[in-house]
């Protein structure tokens, strides 16, 4: 990709205004920053690309016209910092990139890609603000933005299903979670390809998850079978660690310590993989609490004369 076509017009529009580096990096990003874009170093992101192109005086498009990068580029840059902010809980600062781009008619203008921004509004009101309601019915709201039986379901919209069955199961409703994820598993198998391999695992782990907490672990477990095997097939690491886990969790419920630890053992694996210090430590604890609950119960059968 050539950053230097973007970078050398950001320079000329700025010696055009009588703009210092300074000037235009203020309330965006450090001089430092502008300095590497206008030389083409790095790529601005799609927040700051907006954020500039106010303060030049030209529409946000204007880059796109005449750079190499296809428009397209730029809901990819917001969509891909949109990810990367929820799935590490950065919630306040994924606002902040969705007030930017509300902004924007790129997104305002298209329900498709406003529905991406309403989803993580509904997520922040969720997450930060504890207003389950408010996050409900924003998310009904974004999901029938571009909801149509007569046309296949996107990858967005069954992940906006998820976060309802996310959210149900979060506030302990587990009955209520459970057919939200029924409801995508249908729509995923009348689809002929996903391009997030990742959804499909992530929906299997959810209800793996769902079903043992309504004590179905045997149907859990299926579902986490069905998850690994998935994974293998489609050659992606994403979820083997937890779904590993959970068969040896859902075996622990059941008595079945001796079964549950090499199931422990592999997400112990996967997970040093990764460089996960966290879980690593945490799946540590849950070996050492299933060896003492193993050694417990064969002291309790020795005692009863059973072998």
Not at 35 to 60: F, H, M, N
Not at 140 to 151: D, H, R
Not at 246 to 260: D, F, P, S, T, V
Request: hydrophobic residues 35%; aromatic residues 12%.
């Amino acid at each position: 990709m050539d950053y230097s076509v973007i970078g050398k017009k950001i320079r000329e529009l700025r010696k055009a205004v009588s703009l210092t580096q300074g000037d235009l990096a203020e309330g965006v990003c450090t001089q430092a920053l502008v300095s590497r874009i206008e030389k083409g170093d790095i790529y601005p992101s799609a927040t700051t690309l907006y954020q500039i192109s106010l303060k030049l005086g030209v529409d946000v498009n204007y880059f796109f016209e005449i750079g190499t990068t296809p428009r397209l580029d730029y809901i990819k840059e917001v969509e891909k910092q949109l990810r990367i902010l929820r799935l590490n809980g950065k919630y306040e600062e994924m606002m902040e990139v969705v007030k930017t781009e509300e902004k924007n008619p790129f997104f305002y203008k298209d329900n498709e890609k406003l529905q991406l921004l309403h989803w993580h509004k509904a997520i922040y009101l969720f997450e930060v603000e504890k207003d389950p309601d408010k996050s409900f019915k924003l998310l009904q709201q974004t999901y029938e933005l571009t909801a149509n039986q007569k046309k296949a379901v996107s990858e967005r919209e069954m992940e906006i299903l998820m976060t309802f069955g996310s959210w149900e199961s979060l506030l302990n409703n587990h009955e209520e979670a459970l057919p939200h994820y029924q409801k995508v598993e249908i729509l995923m198998n009348h689809t002929e390809q996903l391009f997030d391999k990742s959804i499909k695992t992530r929906l299997y782990y959810n209800t793996a998850r769902v079903l043992s907490r309504l004590n179905q672990f045997e149907e859990s477990t299926d579902y986490c079978e069905r998850a690994i095997k998935w994974c293998l097939e489609e050659e992606h690491l994403w979820g083997l660690g937890e779904l590993h886990y959970h068969i040896g969790y859902n075996l622990e419920c059941m008595g079945e310590y001796q079964k549950a630890l090499p199931y422990i053992d592999k997400s112990i694996h996967m997970f040093e993989i990764h460089k996960h210090e966290r879980y690593l430590s945490f799946l540590d604890e849950r070996k050492r609490e299933i060896k003492d609950k193993l050694k417990a119960q064969s002291l309790s059968f020795g005692s009863d004369g059973v072998q």
